[in-house]
Nanobody, 124 residues
């Protein structure tokens, strides 16, 4: 089991960029796949991006592909989501989640550990 804390959210203008971070503690970080989800008001939790435990494989939802980049630093126990060309429809609470698994996990029910979320608002 790991403890996750997101940070770096905020208000950004359309077309802007933002990087959010996920600090992970409690177990061997490199044994965990990391995923990012988001939830907009009145909507369900949506998979955004995932990265395997070594960082060699990444996967993105169609809605963010080409604009967002997921990464991790296993030496620092950190996960990141770099967001560019942001749109108002990207506004949501962003969550990082972890699963002790080798590959990418994109289903919320398969991710036992979650952070508290960080708000990202894209607005002029």
């Amino acid at each position: 089991q790991v403890h996750l804390v997101e940070s770096g959210g905020g208000l950004v203008q359309p077309g802007g960029s933002l990087r959010i971070s996920c600090a992970v503690s409690g177990d061997m970080f490199r044994a965990y796949a990391i995923s990012w989800f988001r939830q907009a008001p009145g909507k369900g939790r949506e998979f955004v991006a995932g990265i395997n435990r070594s960082g060699s494989v990444t996967y993105y939802s169609d809605s963010v592909k080409g604009r967002f980049t997921i990464s991790r630093d296993n030496a620092k126990n950190m996960g990141y989501l770099q967001m560019s060309s942001l749109k108002p429809e990207d506004t949501a609470v962003y969550y990082c989640a972890a699963a002790r698994a080798p590959g990418i996990v994109d289903k919320p029910t398969q991710l036992p550990d979650w952070g508290q979320g960080t708000q990202v608002t894209v607005s002029a």
